[in-house]
């Protein structure tokens, strides 16, 4: 089968792509005749295996349950007094500041009112997408390999978000969150008419009104199709880049083994570099994906004019830490009554 020799070359550009973690299928189904590689089909049966990137993705659903379980110990109130409300720990700290910003920054100045509403969504997509990639920097595989001496532990990790698959899935999170949060704060009437701009009240406008509301409802598919889209695209782009690097030692030690070595120098001053600049796309990702969910959650289960009139004098979006004072719970975001 083709997915498993590809799992048996061990060229650097391979290390991108999935690969199966053992040699049978768990589950083998007749869908026809002909192959679909893109899903996994060939000789018309559908063979499913458990593949790095699916571990990966299970690895990081595990590490923010862990991670979170001990921030949420660190962070929950003990004693009496404002010595209560302070998070104890660096690391907890760290993480109570990025919850804070992913709150204040992201979702309280599109979502309003609604922000604590759903805030648990929005810190999950995005911590679950943060640690699916930075682990996916981490060469899980290569290290497995250095204590074993087995080789065919050398494709194992990757990044999860570098799999299509998983990015279709949380773009489908997207967009049922999307039309559930809608429905339910605008009410089904309200949400399925806000997708034509112009009403139905004018028989006139019907010829405009149908192809708008088609429209409507197909940019909002698109959008987030393109959400998993460059998600996937940019986290792929980043590992060809630093394989096709690594990739570049190899070519060069087939001519001379001194060739070879100094390529290797430059590609590793290289690779710190890009390993860096990946670093950083990881976080960049993580935030454009949930600040363009929140965007378009907002965009149907907001009234912004409504949202501006009920603002507090004293809420995030026009002052800074004074609303602290008011609300202790403010301390800290992860702190419960």
């Not at 458990?50 to 379980?69: C, Y």
């Not at 959400?227 to 590992?239: D, E, K, P, S, V």
């Not at 060069?252 to 600049?277: D, N, P």
Request: charged share 15%.
């Amino acid at each position: 089968m083709p997915l498993l020799v590809a799992s048996t070359d061990h060229s650097p550009i391979t290390h991108v792509l999935p690969h199966p973690l053992h040699e049978n299928p768990i589950v083998s189904v007749p869908v026809g005749e002909g192959d679909i590689p893109a899903l996994n089909i060939f000789d018309g049966r559908y063979d499913f295996f458990i593949t790095n990137h699916l571990m990966m993705s299970v690895v990081g659903a595990v590490t923010v349950v862990l991670v979170f379980a001990y921030v949420a110990s660190r962070v929950r109130a003990k004693g009496q007094g404002l010595e209560a409300f302070k998070t104890r720990g660096r690391v907890a700290q760290l993480f109570e500041t990025m919850c804070s910003f992913i709150r204040d920054e992201v979702a309280r100045p599109n979502l309003g009112h609604l922000t604590d509403k759903y805030i648990y969504y929005i810190w999950t997509i995005f911590f679950f997408i943060l640690f699916c990639n930075v682990i996916g920097l981490v060469p899980i595989g290569y290290i497995m390999q250095s204590f074993t001496g087995n080789t065919a532990f050398s494709h194992w990790g990757g990044t999860a978000t570098g799999n299509l698959s998983l990015n279709a899935v949380l773009a489908l999170g997207s967009f049922i969150a999307i039309l559930f949060i809608g429905i339910r704060e605008t009410g089904a009437k309200t949400f399925f008419l806000h997708f034509n701009p112009i009403g139905w009240d004018d028989p006139k406008m019907l010829l405009i009104g149908i192809p708008l509301y088609a429209l409507e409802w197909i940019g909002l598919i698109i959008k987030c199709v393109v959400l998993a889209m460059r998600l996937f695209g940019t986290m792929m782009a980043g590992h060809l880049v630093i394989a096709a690097f690594v990739g570049l030692v190899f070519t060069a030690a087939e001519f001379s083994h001194a060739l070879g070595y100094g390529v290797e120098l430059s590609v590793i001053g290289g690779g710190i570099v890009l390993t860096l600049l990946e670093l950083f796309i990881c976080f960049l990702q993580a935030f454009i994906f949930t600040f363009l969910t929140v965007l378009f959650i907002a965009m149907t289960a907001v009234h912004h004019d409504d949202h501006h009139e009920e603002e507090h004098p004293f809420s995030d979006e026009s002052q800074m830490d004074i609303d602290k004072l008011i609300d202790p719970k403010r301390l800290g975001p992860l702190v419960h009554e």
